[in-house]
Each structure stands twice: as structure tokens, then as C-alpha cells.
């Protein structure tokens, strides 16, 4: 295609910049205002398009591939309730940066504002929740506008992008001349990557100056790619480093200086570590609430370093005493090259009673729970998981304990892995988002963690699972209960339980069988391997796995709302160990 | 604090939206807002009066900067700037007394009259806002027909400007 314009129609000038941008997945649904697009598809193979079963899905998957792959997921909805139901989706790739494009089909240009049938305004009802988003209304400029929005979605702080195109602009008569624009220019956008050197430099001397240090990363680190300066960083210095809910897999889960994640459901030692510590690195997360607790009680003792590509970001919940606006990936770099050149004057007693303090803290076992339960423990079933996957899954997950259980008891130890919606918290999430990573990675075991609640909020992609042979293993912890709901109105309203019952659920092994994959229901824990076992061995088939277990199960340790990092609330097993390891003097 | 913001914007449709969600969405104030095409038509300026806490002005000025539309942004309130703002006062005239009353406390505040009928005055006015405001407890409420205010613009003092 290089350096000759061809000329060619709205619609399959989307197509061929779909393929020169390198897209290779459409995450889409049909319908009136895009009938143009979905002709000029069904004329190539090069982009290949996956009929989901509903808008939210299609928005679902391609986030799920993104977040698998590192390259946008892309999209194609109609107008109307297309859009409307596309727009969960989206809030759910805005609120975790996810680089997104959602091309939405609007009604012919001539009646836009009309109340035309499927008309709404997509631009205007998107708008709160994506990076940025065009309506097209010169076919000249379609090619240029999707340029921009490639760009927009996957660089600085990526996000998704909305592009509205009217009906007329696809037309299949009007042709004009197509030239992949191989660079776009936009003076009111420009991403900076590179931190000041000075301010890093900075850092790198309050860092070690540090007693008690500590490291905090997100979901930056995995998005920029910067897995490897990260663990280069951390091992340098061998500082404890604590992970978000994002960030999981950027440090290795199974390494010891990686002392859990931290925030409301983080481990013991990784909270208290955060509350003691006197320096405080954080790079790639952004203070979010469910990390902090209450902020007039976060972090007391501590000078804040904060690393970010979005300056807003930087002193919004929590002032940085050393904001560093740039590339996680470019400041650890730079980091590194420092600490390589300069003579490491850490003070090693410090950080040798440092850790002891965390091991004290770890040999709490926060995350303990009852293995000789006749009931399935939840956590068990991660942890078989875990061993029968060798630990090297793909995990999406929904909202809620399940949520929780599956980023406590899978260490991830690489970046990407873990897929699951952090921000937003949207059930209905995991089951299309593995969709998505098994189309992306056929080969690999992909597996959906959730409950009875969130899978029925997106089942309808279990016909698309089907359809396009993404078997994928979905391992429902059904416990009857919107769990950690249940678990609120137990610890906040008296056990006063309201509407979290789930009754006159489906038979799901008999719905996963209507749906034409593999049902296998588990209740007793002696089953539980086995059926695991049997799950993966099926490598072609989407298989079910609803497994019964322990109802009134809770997540520990739990910040409470208005609470610090040393104010957990701890489980009953913590409580009996904490005693029996007396005269620690540790408060919880 | 009060603070004056003045902003380069891409001149299309839905800039204005994006610049007076954000504000909404995210609960910052807003006292008034002006915009108008400038000499080069792809771009419109736009003031924004705001008000806030430093770290809630930080983030305004760091959120307005994020958004694609926003091509360059200066908060003028950081330096030496000229605000002024215009109003059209429709007011009762009524009688001879009335009339030179009206005519007298115009002059008075360099006000022009503008459009004129057997009962009432139409005044033009321009200058900071808290002297629009004297103006108007000056003219008395009851005698006042309508007010139309352009909420206020900003520029620096000296060589310094917000240009491209």
C-alpha cells in the first residue's frame, strides 16, 4: 500500500486501515448503521471479526485482548443501543487505562439530531468515559481520524477512544483516495515519556537514605512494558516491594521480596509495611481509595516519591514530596543507570531489621484458612488451580470475593496474566475478556474466575466460546451469595442480609451443555483435584466448573472504610496465631 | 482562592462540552465561562473563572491540560493580568427626575446608554466585576428590567500572551 493512494469507500477504508494499523481481531455486532461496514468485512480475511452475543461482550473481549497482548482492542458496534451497551465496556477499559478503539455506527449525517431510529448521541454519552472521541463528518478525513484515535489509545496514559461514524460516510459509491497515514500530528496532544533527570536523581538519593523503604506499583508498570527495569530496580536494591490489584505479574508473585499485594484486602504485612515505612516509591499506581484507606492516615512516616506518565495523577489524592511525571519504563531505566554508577550507601542494618519486622508481620499468615473444612473453601480452589496450571495461566476474573481469592491465592509471576476490572469493578467482566486472551493465545490455558453472581451477567458469550473454539475454563465459585456483599451487610449491617440470596439459580453443567460445551459440577473437596484435572485436560472444550463451596466464606485482612493500613480487621485463624506468637507488641 | 483561567481550545464541536463536563463530572466550580473564536479560526479562547482549594486548582489546571481539545492552557491568576468583563442593564427611566438620575449615575461609572424608549434606558458597562456588581446596588433593584453579564476575560499584562 506504501506511497499510492487507492481510492475506496468509508467502509473499506476502515477495513484497510484495520489491516495496515495491524489489527487482527474485530470484536463486533451487526446492525443498521453499520450494514456498510459489515459488507465491505465480509469481503476479506484478513481481520478476523468475532460475533459476539452482546455489545458489552464485544467491549469485554477486546479489552481482555489489550490487556493480554499490550496492543489495542478494537471494536465494532452499531448505533443506538449498540453504543449504549458498548458504553460499560468502555468505563471499564477508562477506569484501568486500557488502550481501546470502539467504532460505533451512527445514523446518516442528514438526520443526526433527528431522533432517528437507533439514534443516540454516542459522542455526547461517551464522552465522561473514554481518553478521547471523534464523530466523523468528512469522509476526506476518516483515514486521519482513525490515526488519531490508534494513537490517542495507545500512548501516554492509554485509554479507550470512541469514533463515530455516520452512516453516509460509509457509503459504498463514494470513494475518495486512501493513503495510510504512517504519522499524525496533533499540537494539542503530546505525551511525555521522559522524567526529569533531576528530580530522578533526586529520588534515587532519598531512596537511599531510607530505614524502612518500601515499593508500591500498578498497573503502570505492566502497561508500559517496564516488567524488566522494575525487577532490575527491585533486586538492586533489595527493597520490599507490594503490588495493586493492576499491578500483579510486573514483580514476580512468587519471589521473596514481594510481600503481597496491599490495600483493602492486601496481605497483613504488605499494609503494615506501608504504614511504618519512611520512604514510599510508587510508581504506575495512582493512591486509588481502595488502596490508601483513609489518606489523613496514610503513609505517616514517609517522604512520597511518585513516578507517572499523567501529571494529574501526581499529588491528587496524595501529595508527593518528589513527583516525577514520565514512563515507568524511562524513569526505572534511568533509575538503574544511576544505581549502577553510584556507589549503593544503603544502610544495611536498617534494612536488615526492616525485614525482620515484615517477617514478623508474615509469619502472622495473614491468608490463613481452614484446610480441614468438610465444606470447599474458596481459596482452595485458587491454589488447586494454581498447581494444576503449574501457575503460568491466563486469569480473568469478575467482581467480587472470587475477585479477591484469585489475586490473594495465584501468584502471577509475569506481567499480563492477571486480567481482571479494577477501577470500575464491572461483574460480567471475565468471561469475555477470556474470550479475548484465548483468541489471542490459542495455545495457552486461559481461565475465567468468578461467581454464580457475575457469570450471569455476560453468559450469552458462551455461544461466541463455541463459535470460535475459545475454550476456555471457567471455574465458578458458586456460593449461593453475592459474596462480598454478603460479606459488607455481615461486618457493617448486623448480618442483616439483603437481596444478596441468590436463589432459583440454573443448573449451570446443564446450561454449559445447552451452550454445547462441558459441565462438571464439584461439592466435596476430595473431587476438587480431579475435576480440575479433567478441566484442562480437555484442551479443545470450553468447560464449566461450578464448584459449591463454603458459603459464608470471607476475604481477610479487610481495611474498613475510614480506616489506616494498621487497622485491618484480620481472620479468626490471624487472631489465634497472633496470640499464640504473644509479646510481638505489634497493634493490629 | 478565585483564579482566572485562560485556555486555547480546538475550535470544534464538543470542546466546549468536554471542557464543561470535566468541571461537572469532577465537582469543581465554576463561576463563568466565555469563548469565542480567535483571529486563527481553528482555535477558540476561553476563560474560565474558578474557585477552589490550591490542590483542587492544581488538578483543575492539570485535568483541563489532559484533555485532547485543550491546546495550551495559563493560569492567569500566577501572574500579572487584566480581567474585565461586560453587562447590558436594562433599567426603568421613567419622568424627568428618574431619567437624569440614571443619566447622571451612568456617567458616573463610564457607562454608556445604548438604547433608549419613553421608559426605559439600555446601559452598556464595562470593567471588573465587582464594579458591574456596584453598578447594579447603585441602580437599586427595583428599577432594574434585566441584566446580561459576559462573564470575564483575562489577558496578561506586558509582552507575555497565550499564543501558540
Known amino acids: 500500500m506504501s506511497g499510492v493512494s487507492v481510492e475506496l469507500s468509508g467502509s473499506e477504508i476502515i477495513i484497510q486501515f484495520l489491516k495496515d494499523e495491524g489489527v487482527k481481531h474485530l470484536f463486533g455486532y451487526p446492525g443498521g448503521a453499520v450494514l456498510h461496514i459489515y459488507d465491505a468485512l465480509q469481503k476479506q480475511d484478513d481481520v478476523m471479526h468475532v460475533l459476539v452475543r452482546h455489545e458489552q461482550g464485544a467491549t469485554h473481549a477486546a479489552d481482555g485482548y489489550a490487556r493480554a497482548t499490550g496492543k489495542p482492542g478494537v471494536c465494532l458496534v452499531t448505533s443506538g443501543p449498540g453504543a449504549t451497551n458498548a458504553v460499560t465496556g468502555i468505563a471499564t477499559a477508562y477506569m484501568d487505562s486500557i488502550p481501546m478503539v470502539v467504532l460505533t455506527g451512527q445514523v446518516p449525517s442528514h438526520v443526526i439530531g433527528c431522533d432517528a431510529f437507533q439514534e443516540v448521541d454516542a459522542v455526547g454519552i461517551s464522552r465522561p468515559c473514554v481518553k478521547h472521541n471523534f464523530l466523523v463528518k468528512d469522509l476526506n478525513k476518516l483515514a486521519e481520524t482513525l490515526k488519531k484515535a490508534f494513537y490517542v489509545a495507545t500512548s501516554g496514559r492509554p485509554g479507550p477512544v470512541v469514533v463515530d461514524i455516520p452512516k453516509d460516510i460509509t457509503a459504498p459509491h463514494i470513494k475518495v483516495p486512501y493513503l495510510y497515514p504512517e504519522k499524525i500530528n496533533m499540537r494539542s496532544y503530546n505525551p511525555n515519556f521522559k522524567g526529569h533527570p533531576r528530580q530522578i536523581k533526586r529520588a534515587v538519593g532519598l531512596l537511599l537514605s531510607a530505614k524502612r523503604p518500601m515499593i508500591y506499583t500498578g498497573g503502570g508498570i505492566i502497561l508500559d512494558d517496564a516488567s524488566a527495569e522494575l525487577r532490575q530496580f527491585v533486586r538492586k536494591l533489595g527493597f520490599p516491594i507490594t503490588q495493586t490489584l493492576m499491578g500483579l505479574g510486573a514483580f514476580p508473585g512468587t519471589d521473596p521480596q514481594f510481600i503481597g499485594m496491599l490495600g483493602m484486602h492486601g496481605t497483613y504485612e504488605a499494609n503494615l509495611a506501608m504504614h511504618e515505612c519512611d520512604v514510599l516509591i510508587c510508581i504506575g499506581a495512582r493512591f486509588d481509595d481502595r488502596i490508601t484507606g483513609v489518606t489523613s492516615k496514610f503513609c505517616p512516616y514517609a517522604q512520597i516519591i511518585h513516578v507517572d506518565i499523567d501529571p494529574a495523577s501526581i499529588s491528587k489524592t496524595i501529595n508527593a514530596d518528589v513527583p516525577i511525571v514520565g514512563g515507568a519504563r524511562q524513569v526505572l531505566a534511568e533509575m538503574n543507570k544511576i544505581l549502577d554508577n553510584t556507589e549503593l550507601s544503603i544502610d544495611q542494618t536498617a534494612l536488615e531489621a526492616w525485614w525482620q519486622r515484615i517477617k514478623s508481620w508474615q509469619e502472622e499468615e495473614s491468608f490463613a484458612y481452614d484446610r480441614n473444612s468438610d465444606l470447599i473453601q474458596p481459596q482452595a480452589v485458587v491454589e488447586e488451580l494454581y498447581q494444576v496450571t503449574n501457575g503460568e495461566a491466563y486469569i480473568t476474573s469478575d467482581v467480587g470475593q472470587h475477585q479477591m481469592f484469585a489475586a490473594q491465592f495465584y501468584p502471577f509471576d509475569e506481567p499480563r496474566r492477571w486480567i481482571n476490572s479494577g477501577g470500575l469493578g464491572t461483574m460480567g467482566f471475565g468471561l469475555p475478556a477470556a474470550m479475548g486472551v484465548k483468541l489471542a493465545f490459542p495455545d495457552k490455558d486461559v481461565a475465567c474466575i468468578t461467581g454464580e453472581g457475575s457469570i450471569q451477567m455476560c453468559i450469552q458469550e458462551l455461544a461466541t466460546c463455541l463459535q470460535y473454539d475459545t475454550a476456555v475454563k471457567i471455574i465458578n465459585l458458586n456460593n449461593r451469595y453475592l459474596g462480598m456483599v454478603r460479606q459488607w451487610q455481615e461486618f457493617f449491617y448486623e448480618k442483616r442480609y439483603s437481596h444478596v440470596n441468590m436463589d432459583s439459580l440454573p443448573d449451570f453443567v446443564k446450561l454449559a451443555e445447552a451452550y454445547g460445551h462441558v459441565g462438571i459440577r464439584v461439592d466435596k473437596p476430595a473431587d476438587l483435584h480431579d475435576a480440575m484435572k479433567e478441566a484442562f485436560k480437555l484442551k479443545s472444550r470450553t468447560v464449566f466448573l461450578d464448584i459449591i463451596t463454603d458459603r459464608e466464606a470471607n476475604v481477610y485482612p479487610m481495611i474498613s472504610a475510614g480506616k489506616a493500613h494498621n487497622e485491618m480487621d484480620i481472620s479468626p485463624l490471624q487472631q489465634q496465631k497472633q496470640a499464640s506468637l504473644k509479646g510481638r507488641g505489634e497493634k493490629v | ?164
Open chain 2, 1 to 164: 482562592m478565585r483564579h482566572i483561567v485562560s485556555l486555547l481550545v480546538e475550535n470544534e464541536a464538543g470542546a466546549l462540552s468536554r471542557i464543561s463536563g470535566l468541571f461537572s463530572a469532577r465537582g469543581y466550580n465554576i463561576e463563568s465561562l466565555t469563548v469565542a473564536e480567535t483571529e486563527d479560526s481553528t482555535l477558540s479562547r476561553m476563560t474560565i473563572i474558578t474557585s477552589g482549594s490550591d490542590r483542587i486548582i492544581e488538578q483543575i489546571n492539570k485535568q483541563l491540560n489532559k484533555l485532547v481539545d485543550v491546546v495550551k492552557l495559563q493560569d492567569m491568576t500566577e501572574g500579572n493580568f487584566i480581567e474585565r468583563e461586560m453587562m447590558f442593564v436594562k433599567v426603568k427611566a421613567e419622568g424627568e427626575s428618574q431619567r437624569a438620575e440614571v443619566k447622571r449615575l451612568s456617567d458616573i461609572f463610564r457607562a454608556r446608554i445604548i438604547d433608549v424608549t419613553d421608559t426605559t434606558f439600555c446601559i452598556e458597562l464595562t470593567g471588573s466585576g465587582e464594579k458591574l456588581d456596584a453598578y447594579i446596588r447603585a441602580m437599586h433593584e427595583n428599577n432594574i428590567v434585566e441584566v446580561v453579564r459576559s462573564g470575564s476575560m483575562g489577558i496578561l499584562r506586558g509582552e507575555k500572551a497565550l499564543t501558540l
